[in-house]
């Protein structure tokens, strides 16, 4: 592997950001990012603080699966103070920004897999994992995780259950951490005050989605269904139409393209 050092100081020097990477604590081992920053964010960090992890050894998905982060991948997250009514919208703000960011460093086309993947031709390259602490009518915080496969071989992700790939293996050449890492901080920071100004990032997020128009399985809880994703609503909820006629409004869940 080449050089592709990280640093604080190499993350944060000239970024173009107002709030996201003010501050940030770079680890080269940690458990979880998550896991650090909701204690930084229960210590008062400011907001836009930033902790990367040169590695995770006990990165965390949603519903309590695991995520592999081993050296020469991104993993982050940011800690945000948002107002309610900006929740539903994190997503939408964390996978377009991870979107964003491969795109403009690597080139390659993504697409987003309803409601917080992102994909490069089927295959899973990123994960996001939203962890809230949220009091009755306010939130605490909002830590926003960020898993990106960057220099990773194929043979790596093998144990994993759903189609997975990273940057390195799909342009066929190692992949600049901190070149995605900054545009990462910089979208986030530009979609975040689109919220803040009272704009909406919904209609980019909609039209990147690629589970709309498929035939999806949904697993939410103890059901689970078939059918096709007909829509979403600004609020990020997925309409999926049951084989029997029926709209159904899928809030959470776990959603497998049928195909
Ligand atoms: C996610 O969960 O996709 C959210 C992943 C969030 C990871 C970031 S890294 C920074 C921050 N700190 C953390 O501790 N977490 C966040 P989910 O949709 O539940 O997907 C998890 C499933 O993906 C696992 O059950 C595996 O099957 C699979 N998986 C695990 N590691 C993977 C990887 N590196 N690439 C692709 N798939 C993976």
């Not at 939203?130 to 898993?147: F, K, L, Q």
């Not at 144990?159 to 600049?176: D, K, Q």
């Not at 269904?225 to 909820?237: L, R």
């Amino acid at each position: 592997m080449t050089e592709d050092l990280l640093s604080a100081e190499l993350i944060s020097e000239g970024l173009e950001t107002l709030l996201t990477g003010k501050k940030v604590l770079y680890y080269p081992e940690v458990g979880s990012t998550n896991e650090t920053a909701r204690q930084e964010a229960g210590r008062g960090a400011p907001e836009g603080t930033v902790v990367i992890a040169g590695k995770q050894t006990q990165g965390r998905g949603r519903l309590k699966r695991s995520w592999m982060t081993p050296e020469g991948n991104i993993a982050l997250s940011v800690i945000l103070y948002p107002q309610m009514a900006f929740m539903p919208s994190l997503i939408m703000v964390a996978s377009l920004a991870a979107a964003r960011a491969i795109e403009s460093a690597t080139g390659m086309e993504t697409q987003i897999k309803w409601p917080n993947d992102v994909l490069i031709n089927g295959r899973k390259v990123c994960g996001i994992l939203i962890e809230t602490d949220i009091r009755p009518e306010r939130v605490n915080y909002a830590v926003i995780g960020i898993g990106i496969n960057v220099n990773m071989k194929i043979e790596e992700l093998a144990g994993v259950r759903t189609p997975a790939t990273s940057l390195s293996h799909e342009t066929g050449g190692e992949v600049s951490r901190l070149k995605i890492l900054r545009a990462l901080l910089e979208n986030m920071d530009a979609l975040y005050h689109i919220l803040l100004s009272g704009g909406s990032v919904f209609a980019e997020w909609r039209d990147r989605l690629v589970t709309l128009g498929q035939e999806v399985r949904v697993t939410a809880g103890d059901t689970a269904f078939e059918g096709i994703a007909e829509s979403v609503n600004s609020d990020g909820s997925l309409i999926v139409r049951r084989q029997d006629g029926r709209l159904e409004r899928v809030v959470a869940g776990d959603v497998t393209l049928r195909r």
